[in-house]
């Protein structure tokens, strides 16, 4: 069977939010996805990627010319050439996400020329994958929020919620108090409850914060203050009973490596949409296993389900509503949730999951597509 690359085919897709999200340092109205099929013979591999439109442009201009004619089996060799040929571009940022777009769909593809599940090929440390249920964003009335939390404590069964706090970059404690007072109500006191303050809080007044909610018995605090902040997250850390987690902003080793060094978190986050897909998501993990922490997958559940089930070090996979609704409408072969776990396909090649019709619909049109 051909293991050549033949060719790459890349869409951007826009998909709008029911109305306008925010959480404590930003606001949005849609969500982007970069996708990308990567071909060798009569077999395709799907990665994707939820990034800036510019990564499409990446990896049309940039990597296709240079990955086609290799061997879609060696992924390690096509994630270095990528690496390679990205020296001049900056690799942080949006050619990272690129990268990581590619090496999900390369992985894929092997996975699919082997004719063997994802899961199967990376190997399984464990059969099904914890989730945390997450969204509850600042700009949900009381009474969404609390639908929200309690469909996944009570109607899916997740044990684990989470919440967005750090209201307009950390002026409105008074509303983030009442809000972790109302989730911790409507989920009971069997579920876990977690916070993400996305760095909204300076470390004093996070620890402030976290001091006003002992009686909530909150678990997770989440970028109480700025990721890039090292020294601030390791005093949060130092201070507070809840674990302190960062890392979603992730793209390489050496990013992974200082965060540990610094004693800045307590379970470290890593993005495959961002890190370099699931070469650099296993790369994380290793890290992570090396400072004795656990990791947990950052947002894009469906797509870290085969990897974190191949992690022994995972803590849990985030279930992020946005991206879990995009899966809904656009992906075949989705995974649910039901029970607080995600169980990896088994019962087909790669990772099982493939676009469907209705994508169309959402597809951006770019200088590629009218030429």
Sequence with gaps: MPSRLDAFDV???RVPTPAPESDGTLTWDHTT??????????????????AAPAAADVIRDLFAPHLT???????????AAMRRVARNAIVPGVVMTAISAVDVALWD????????P??????????EVPVYGSGGFTSLTDDELRDQVGGWARGDGIPRVKIKIGERSGTRVDRDLH?????????GGDAELYVDANGGYTAKQAIRVADAVRDLDVRWFEEPVSSDDLAGLALVRDRVRCDVAAGEYGTEALYFRRMCEAGAVDCLQA?????????GFLAAATIAEAYGLEVSAHCAPRLHAPVAAAVPNLRHVEWFADHVRIGDLVFDGALSAHGGVMRP??????????????AERYRVNTKEDET
């Design 345 to 358: 396909a088994t019962d087909r090649p790669g990772h099982g999951i493939a676009l469907t019709a209705d």
């Design 69 to 79: 004619g290799l061997d879609a089996m060696d992924v390690p060799g096509c994630f």
């Design 11 to 13: 869409a951007v897709y």
């Design 179 to 187: 809000r972790m007072a109302l989730v911790r109500e409507a989920i």
């Design 109 to 116: 593809l092997k996975a699919r020329l082997l004719g063997v």
């Design 33 to 50: 996805m970069v996708a990308v099929h990567a071909h060798a013979g009569d077999r395709t591999g799907f990665g994707w990627t939820f």
């Design 271 to 279: 993005d495959a949409t961002r890190c370099g897909g699931y070469t």
């Design 118 to 127: 994802l899961v199967s090929l990376f190997g399984r440390a464990r059969d």
